[in-house]
Every structure is written in structure tokens, then in C-alpha cells.
């Protein structure tokens, strides 16, 4: 008998069990995506005309500017679409949904731990300028010295650049270019966005020490808000936290979030501040946030998402007051073999019984 045929993208652990039992009830086509629509739907009318599924890793459908380029040319068979990521192209979904195609994402689960711990390991660096000491050690490698050097000079804000003036001396190194180094334990931080990635960086950061707002459009219930274990003050709006040092960008990409955080809400905040977007690049204004750093309004960026994503802004990339990271907050072997195992579970529900409970569309 005839396996079903599912079209996988992108890569797999093909040592994984679940696709070995996923593997004993359909039949399993690998697929590098081409670079055009044409060439893809040329190979869905021709090599691909019965498939029932679609298996997408990350990449997905982005380099041919998503699964709606293709849509008409789908075939009558496919019923299921199941992505490995948690965000998901919205205009895919709704063109999936007019013809019939069920659209899967994963839960945030596997992403939640890993996205949390690079944003503590950015929260902490923000205060505490390891980076720029580490940038700083091969120009003075010696420890005395270097403290002392990067103590007596001034920041330079319209460059971003740390300077050392090359005098010799004693430092204990809690300054760097006239810049404190502080420990985040009794600062607050505004996470907008409060999902399970949100709720799990508010828990990381306060073990910090941090006092934690979250910004949302509905307030948690209050039972909800006790389930957490830790304590949070809610705001509407990010301008509404009195006393914000750092925020945290945790919310996804909506006509809502575009440019959440422009030159307004930046001016607005009541003092200097650290930001940290790994959320969607969309949610900030990267010309605003440039402007921001040069001012000295915005101490530090931490980004792993960007607004013109790939691309990286410019006015970012050698700045000494920013960290930036190529979108890998989720990226770990057990999380990518978890997502893995999320969406075969997922095509298999939809084929079964029609339903799943990560449907998205």
C-alpha cells in the first residue's frame, strides 16, 4: 500500500525516534526550497502533485516570500502545513485558511528557556559592561591597567566607542568611561509582552534581583498573576512604568507592535535605559533607537531581532553600547529537536483527526 507523502524543508535529526515511527506511516520526501516561486511551483505540478503535507523548519516559505506567492498552484491533496517556529507569516495563514490548509506552529515551550537566558545574560552585561571590558582586553592586556585606561576617559556616544587614554594607574573598575557598573538587583524592568517567553524572563530576571512590570493589552487574572511565583505590577503602556532601567521586548510582530517603541515612547521614559528586543525586530524603531544610543537617553541595545531582518541597521553594527545576536535566542540542539517533534506531531493530528491544538489558522 501507498504511503502518504509528506514534503519536508529544511533540516531534521533524522536519528530522532518520532520521526523513525513518523517515518513507518508516511513517505518522506527531503527538499531543498529553490530560490524562486516559479521554480517551486513548477516542481508542485510536476514532482509534487499529491502530497498531503508539508513539513517547514525555520526558514520556511521566507525566500521565496512566503507560501501565498505559490497558493494557486497548491495541490487539492495538501491539508496540513506544520512550521517548527513559534512566529508565524499572518498573510500565509489566512490564504492557508481560504484553501483549506491547516496551518501549524510549536508551542513556546522549548523556545521559552533558551530565549530567557540569552535575554538574563544581555540584562546582566547591561549594567555591568562585561562586553566592553572583553572587547577592550586585546588593545590592553594587562588587568591593572586596562581598569584604570578605561576609568579616566569618556565614553564617546555618537560613536559608540570606548575609549582608553593610555595613562597607567590604580582602578577598582567600577566605572568604565565615566559609566557605572551596577548590579541589576533592585532596578525595574518592563517586559512588553507576557506570554510564556515573557513569564519565564520575568522569572530569570527576578532571580536577579529586578523588580518586574509587564506591559500587556488585558491584565493577567489575578489568580494568574499569583501562578507565577514571583511578583509583577501591570501596565497598559511602557511609559506608564515609573522608574523603568531596562525593557524587554517579548511581544510578536502585529499591525499593534509596529514601531512600539519609536522616538515618543523613548523620549517619554522618565530616565536613561537599557532595551533588550527578542520579540520581532518590527516592535523598534531602529532610527529612533540609533538616535537614542548618541544622545545617551538608550545605554545599551541588546537585539537578536531586527527590523529589516535579515539585514542589520547600520547605525548598530560596531557599537560598543550594543550587543547583537544573528535571531538565535532559540537556537539549541534540544529545542530544535523538540520543535521537530512538536511538528511531526503535529502533521500527524491534522491527518488523523483534522484537528490539532497548535492550529493557527
Not at 517579548?250 to 499591525?255: E, G, H, R, S, V
Request: aromatic residues 8%; negative net charge.
Amino acid at each position: 500500500m501507498t504511503k502518504p507523502k509528506v514534503l519536508f524543508l529544511g533540516e531534521l535529526n533524522q536519528t530522532l525516534p518520532q520521526f523513525h515511527r513518523f517515518q513507518s506511516k508516511y513517505d518522506c520526501i527531503f527538499y531543498t526550497l529553490p530560490s524562486t516561486a516559479s521554480e517551486f511551483i513548477a516542481d508542485l505540478e510536476t514532482k509534487f502533485p499529491d502530497i498531503v503535507a508539508i513539513y517547514g523548519a525555520w526558514l520556511g516559505f521566507v525566500p521565496i516570500g512566503g507560501f501565498r506567492t505559490v497558493i494557486e498552484h497548491a495541490p487539492a491533496s495538501l491539508k496540513v502545513i506544520a512550521f517548527c517556529s513559534v512566529g508565524y507569516d499572518h498573510a500565509d495563514a489566512d490564504a492557508m485558511r481560504q484553501r483549506g490548509i491547516t496551518m501549524t506552529n510549536v508551542p513556546s515551550d522549548g523556545a521559552a528557556e533558551p530565549v530567557a537566558d540569552l535575554v538574563t545574560y544581555l540584562a546582566i552585561t547591561s549594567f555591568r559592561q562585561f562586553h566592553m571590558y572583553a572587547r577592550s582586553i586585546p588593545a590592553v592586556p594587562d588587568t591593572i591597567d586596562l581598569r584604570y585606561m578605561l576609568n579616566t576617559s569618556e565614553f564617546d556616544q555618537e560613536s559608540g566607542e570606548v575609549r582608553r587614554d593610555g595613562s597607567r594607574g590604580y582602578d577598582f573598575g567600577h566605572f568604565l568611561n565615566h559609566r557605572p557598573n551596577m548590579s541589576p538587583r533592585g532596578h525595574g524592568v518592563a517586559i512588553v509582552g507576557f506570554g510564556r517567553i515573557g513569564q519565564t524572563i520575568g522569572r530569570k530576571l527576578h532571580d536577579l534581583g529586578m523588580r518586574v512590570s509587564y506591559v500587556k493589552r488585558t491584565r493577567l487574572a489575578p489568580h494568574a498573576e499569583l501562578e507565577l511565583g514571583y511578583p509583577v505590577t501591570y501596565h497598559a503602556r511602557v511609559t506608564d512604568v515609573k522608574e523603568v532601567d531596562l525593557v524587554v521586548i517579548a511581544c510578536p510582530a502585529t499591525p499593534e507592535t509596529h514601531h512600539l517603541i519609536d522616538a515618543k515612547v523613548i523620549d517619554a521614559l522618565s530616565k536613561p535605559f537599557r532595551i533588550i528586543n527578542i520579540g520581532r525586530g518590527t516592535v523598534i524603531d531602529e532610527d529612533a533607537l540609533v538616535a537614542g544610543l548618541k544622545s545617551g537617553k538608550v545605554l545599551f541595545a541588546g537585539l537578536d531581532v531586527f527590523e529589516n531582518e535579515p539585514l542589520i541597521h547600520p547605525g548598530l553594527i560596531g557599537r560598543e553600547d550594543v550587543v547583537l545576536t544573528p535571531h538565535i535566542g532559540a537556537s539549541t540542539v534540544e529545542n530544535f529537536d523538540y520543535t521537530a517533534v512538536k511538528a511531526l506531531e503535529n502533521i500527524t493530528k491534522v491527518l488523523e483527526t483534522g484537528e490539532c491544538e497548535h492550529r493557527v489558522n
